[in-house]
C-alpha cells in the first residue's frame, strides 16, 4: 500500500490566527537578523534519507513524502496507496527571509504528520516533496529522527515537472494524497494566492485523480465561515474573511469537478504547537517583547472574540482518521473542546510570562479600524525592534520567528468552529484546549533551535 503526501513550502506554521493582540501575526517576511550580529548559525538539520521497509508509500508534495504502509495496521487492504499533500507555513531556505510562506511538507503540519506516521508505524516508505532543503527547516531532533526515513524530493508544485515526478513511482498510485500546499502569508496580491494557492492545489489534485490514488484530503482553513459567534458547523454559512480563505474556498468548489477524484476537505481552526509560526506563536513572541518592555500586553476588541484552537499533533491524527474513515465529497472542522477565546489565550500568556494582559475594546478598537494600515504600521515598529534587540541579546543570528502581523488579522472577526463531526468516525482529540505545559513546549522547542531567546518564560 502506498500514500503520498503532497505540499509546497515556504512557511512552517498552522493556520494563521485571524485576529492578534496589536502585538501579534505571522511574519511577512520572516526576521533576518544576521546583518545585526557576527554570529550566523549554520545549517544543522540532515537531509532526510530514503528508507523504504514494505508495502505502503505515502507521498507528500512539495515535501512530496511517500510512505508504505504496514498490511498489520490496515489489514483490509492489499497493495493500496494514496498521496498525502501537506502544507506548511514555514520557509524553509532562503524563503524564510523573503515575502511569501507557503505550506509544504516539511512546514508546520507536514512534519508533525510526517512525525505521527513514522512513530505510530503507519508507513513504511515515504516521501516529501518541498520547494525548499530540509537543512534550513529548524526540524526539532525528533522530527529529524522521523525524515531520516523519508525520501524527499526538491521542487516546486507550482511547476507541472515538479507534480509529474512527485507522483511517479513503480509501484503504482499512491493511497492518499493529503494537500497542504499552498501559500498562507496575507496581504499578497490576487494573482499571487491565484497561482500557489489555487493553480498548484488543482493541478495536485487533478495529478492524484489521473494517477488513480485512493483519495485526496485537502486541507483548508476554517477562515472560509462567517465571522459570526456562533460555533459553524461543516454546513455553516461560508463568507471567506482573509484573501487566502477566498482561494482556498476557491479550491474547494473547483474539486467536485475533477472527474474520478475521491477526495475530503479538512477545514482547521487555529493550529498551535512545536514548530507553530502562524497560530499561535505570535502571540507567545509578542508576550515575550512586553516582558521585556515591562508593559501591559492589550489586544484589540474584547476578551470575548473567538479564536478557536487545535493542537497539531491532533491535525495530524484527524487527517490520518479522514484517509482511513471519511466520507467521499464530506468536509470535516478541526477544533478542540476548549472554545477559545482572546480571553482565555491572554490568560495563558500572562501565566507564562508574568506580564500584564488587557484589551482595548470597542470604541476604540472601532477607532482603529477607520486606519487600520496606521494602526498595522505603529505595532509592527513597536514590536519588531524590541524583538531584534532579544535576538541579538541571546546570539541569535536568524529565527523564522516574528511579531510581525498583516492588518487582515486585526479585525473583529470570531473563529468559531465545530469541530465534532469527525468524532463520528472514532477520532478523540488528545488535547481538548491549549495548557501553559503545550505551549511551554511550543517555545521551549524553539529556544532549543536557538529560535527563541531565553530568560522570558516564568
Given amino acids: 500500500m502506498a500514500v503520498p503526501i503532497t505540499s509546497s513550502c515556504d512557511y512552517l506554521a498552522v493556520l494563521p490566527s485571524r485576529v492578534g493582540p496589536l502585538a501579534s501575526a505571522p511574519i511577512s517576511p520572516p526576521l533576518d537578523l544576521s546583518k545585526h550580529t557576527h554570529t550566523h548559525r549554520s545549517p544543522r538539520c540532515p537531509v532526510p534519507l530514503f528508507s523504504a521497509v ?37 520557509s524553509l531556505t532562503e524563503a524564510c527571509f523573503r515575502s511569501g510562506g507557503r505550506r509544504t511538507g516539511a512546514g508546520f503540519i507536514g512534519r508533525n504528520l510526517v512525525v505521527y506516521l513514522v512513530e505510530n508505524n503507519l508507513a513504511d516508505v515515504i516521501r516529501v516533496v518541498d520547494k525548499a532543503i ?5 526540524l526539532t531532533a525528533r522530527q529529524q529522527a522521523a525524515f531520516e526515513k523519508v525520501d524527499f524530493q526538491q521542487g516546486n508544485l507550482t511547476r507541472d515537472a515538479t507534480i509529474q515526478k512527485a507522483f511517479a513511482r513503480d509501484g503504482g498510485a499512491f493511497d492518499f494524497v493529503f494537500n497542504c500546499a499552498g501559500l498562507t502569508t496575507y496581504g499578497q496580491a490576487p494573482e499571487v494566492y491565484q497561482e500557489s494557492v489555487f493553480d498548484l492545489s488543482v493541478k495536485c489534485a ?28 461543516e454546513d455553516g454559512k461560508v463568507k471567506p474573511w ?12 473547483e474539486l467536485k469537478a475533477i472527474d474520478g477524484l475521491d477526495y475530503c476537505i479538512v477545514r482547521p ?7 507553530d509560526r502562524q497560530g499561535l506563536m505570535p502571540r507567545l513572541i509578542t508576550a515575550a517583547v512586553y516582558k521585556k518592555l515591562g508593559e501591559t500586553m492589550k489586544f484589540l476588541w474584547s476578551d470575548k472574540l ?65 486606519n487600520m494600515s496606521a494602526v498595522v ?7 519588531m525592534e524590541p524583538w531584534s534587540r532579544m535576538c541579538v541579546d541571546a546570539d541569535i543570528g536568524n529565527t523564522p520567528l516574528t511579531p510581525y502581523l498583516d492588518k487582515e488579522l486585526l479585525y473583529n472577526n470570531s473563529l468559531a468552529v465545530d469541530g465534532s463531526k469527525i468524532e463520528a468516525l472514532g477520532f478523540e482529540y488528545k488535547h481538548p484546549a491549549p495548557t ?18 531565553t530568560g522570558y518564560l516564568v
Fill in 54 to 90: 514494505s508495502r505502503i508509500d505515502l507521498f507528500l508534495l512539495s515535501l512530496s513524502l511517500s510512505l508504505s504502509f504496514h498490511a498489520q495496521a490496515l489489514p483490509s487492504w492489499t497493495q493500496t496507496q494514496a498521496i498525502l499533500p501537506c502544507p506548511f507555513l514555514f
Fill in 134 to 138: 530540509l537543512q534550513t527547516a529548524y
Fill in 206 to 233: 487533478r495529478a492524484a485523480a489521473q494517477s488513480g490514488c485512493r483519495r485526496f484530503i485537502e486541507l483548508s482553513t476554517a477562515q472560509v465561515y462567517a465571522a459570526d459567534k456562533k460555533a459553524s458547523a
Fill in 242 to 253: 482573509t484573501a487566502l480563505a477566498e482561494k482556498k474556498l476557491a479550491v474547494e468548489n
Fill in 269 to 275: 481552526a487555529n493550529v498551535y504547537g512545536v514548530s
Fill in 306 to 370: 473567538c479564536i478557536n484552537t487545535v493542537h497539531v499533533s491532533d491535525v495530524a491524527a484527524a487527517l490520518w482518521t479522514i484517509a482511513e474513515r471519511g466520507v467521499k465529497g464530506e468536509v470535516y472542522n478541526l477544533a478542540d473542546k476548549a472554545n477559545s477565546t482572546q480571553g482565555s489565550v491572554a490568560d495563558l500568556l500572562a501565566q507564562l510570562f508574568g506580564i500584564e494582559v488587557g484589551f482595548v475594546g470597542s470604541t476604540l478598537s472601532n477607532m482603529a479600524r477607520l
Fill in 377 to 383: 504600521e505603529t505595532s509592527n515598529e513597536k514590536h
Fill in 436 to 453: 501553559l505545559d503545550l505551549l511551554r513546549d511550543a517555545v521551549e522547542a524553539e529556544i532549543e533551535l536557538k529560535n527563541f531567546p
